[in-house]
């Protein structure tokens, strides 16, 4: 009996045969190569497991193989989905959608050369932080302010400039998990300073701020804001006000790591009491560290605001070269900011801000997960969310522009689980 194996057609056979006219016509010859190699091997394995595959000598089948897997890998790896889980900073979604003035910016920056790091007026080299750092200060009412890649990069900047050695107090209730599983702790130790824990878990004082200032070697205070966690009951916290006086008192910086970067009144958006920068600063704080993308609503960003002597220390520290942001991610954050000089027309054109709240809820015979991953599995993919065992189509983050496209999605999806 003839070895299956020996059925299988040789590379050069099938590279020239009718079959693989149009693949070697329409695709490198080093691609295809590869592909039919690798299926080779596929059915060597699953001749050996004792298979005994059909395909095995049909030329035409080997092609439309070579296809499928060319097309597949010629799908760029990250791609669009429609949002229809409710969450507006959904971070396995890309976070916040941009403005079009952003896309706009962004698309021009890209498309051609610009006076990022030159001085039109000089004619001499200049420098990327000039651009949107003064923008941002105007916003947040303070004396400067600096962009670099992230808002864990601004914080890791900022200690590494102000406490590089030395201690920053933290207090144990603010030594909060982001995204990522990136602690607190281990950005400060990164940075080269040295956590000084104060306090418990669930009350801090400014009395306790106060004792190890005096007893250790610290260089700074450090806020973290509890943005995605709230603790209640038997609780305190150090105010603001309070410990901007004491490190005034200890000549010590209070650096304040906000993280959302809510730059407007929470009020307008229904939202509960919310810091923002402008407020932190108004109470003392010397400088807050923000996220670009998040509230704010614009590009991946760390925004840093406050005294102008920390900023200068910042910027000359050889670290923020590290973690400078490109061209394009400060034309979208610079167009971004323009829009809130007007709060109304910030409200109207930044996504996520303005995003309603609406929902559909769908049963399906095969339980809502299996109906869940037929909508991840189509084109586009459609994310939702489930609660209570059904399937929540959340519309608040769903573009109107896509909605058409969703009932499609969903008719399709339907129709699959009900075969």
């Known amino acids: 009996m003839m070895d299956p194996r020996r059925m299988i057609p040789s590379i050069d056979g099938l590279l020239a045969s009718q079959a693989f006219a149009r693949v070697v016509r329409d695709h490198p010859r080093g691609r295809v190569v590869h592909h039919l190699r690798t299926l080779q091997e596929e059915l060597r394995r699953r001749i050996s497991d004792g298979e005994e595959p059909s395909e095995v000598a049909s030329q035409a089948w080997w092609a439309r193989a070579v296809e499928e897997r060319l097309a597949t890998e010629d799908l760029p790896s990250l791609h669009p989905v429609i949002n229809a889980t409710g969450v507006v900073l959904h971070t396995n979604l890309g976070r916040a959608p941009l403005a079009a003035e952003a896309l706009e910016a962004m698309t021009r920056a890209g498309r051609g050369y610009s006076n990022l790091e030159y001085d039109l007026r000089e004619g001499r080299r200049g420098s990327r932080y000039v651009h949107c750092a003064d923008l941002l200060a105007e916003l947040a009412e303070a004396e400067a302010g600096l962009v670099v890649n992230n808002a864990a990069a601004a914080l890791m900047l900022a200690l590494n400039t102000v406490a590089r050695g030395r201690g920053v107090v933290v207090s144990r209730g603010e030594l909060v998990e982001i995204g990522g599983g990136f602690r607190i702790p281990e950005i400060l130790e990164r940075s080269g300073a040295r956590l000084v824990e104060v306090g418990s878990t669930n009350r801090t004082r400014t009395s306790d701020y106060a004792e190890v200032a005096l007893e250790q070697d ?86 840093a605001v406050g005294r102008k002597t920390l900023i200068e220390a910042m910027r000359a520290n050889p670290l923020c070269r590290a973690l400078r942001v490109d061209k394009a991610t400060l034309a979208g954050l610079e167009a971004t900011a323009r829009l809130y000089r007007d709060p109304v027309r910030a409200l109207e054109r930044i996504p996520t801000l303005r995003m309603g709240s609406w929902g559909v809820v769908l049963s399906a015979s095969g339980g809502p997960h299996r109906l869940a991953a037929a909508l991840r599995m189509g084109d586009p993919p459609v994310v939702a969310r489930i609660e209570d065992d059904r399937l929540v189509l959340d519309v608040r983050t769903v573009d109107p522009a896509e909605l058409e496209t969703l009932v499609d999605r969903i008719l399709d999806a339907t129709a699959t689980e009900d075969e």
Do not use: C, W, Y
């Not at 305190?236 to 959302?260: C, I, K, M, Q």
């Open 218 to 303: 610290v260089a700074a205070f450090l806020k973290v804001h509890r943005s995605n966690f709230r603790m209640t009951g038997f609780t305190e916290d150090a105010p603001l006000e309070a410990l901007a006086e004491l490190g005034r008192t200890h000549g010590l910086p209070l650096l304040f790591d906000l993280g959302s970067g809510l730059f407007v009144d929470p009020a307008t958006l229904g939202l509960p009491p919310e810091p923002r920068p402008l407020d932190a600063l108004a109470q003392g704080a010397d400088l807050v560290v923000v996220s670009g993308d998040k509230l704010f609503g614009g590009p991946q960003a760390g925004i």
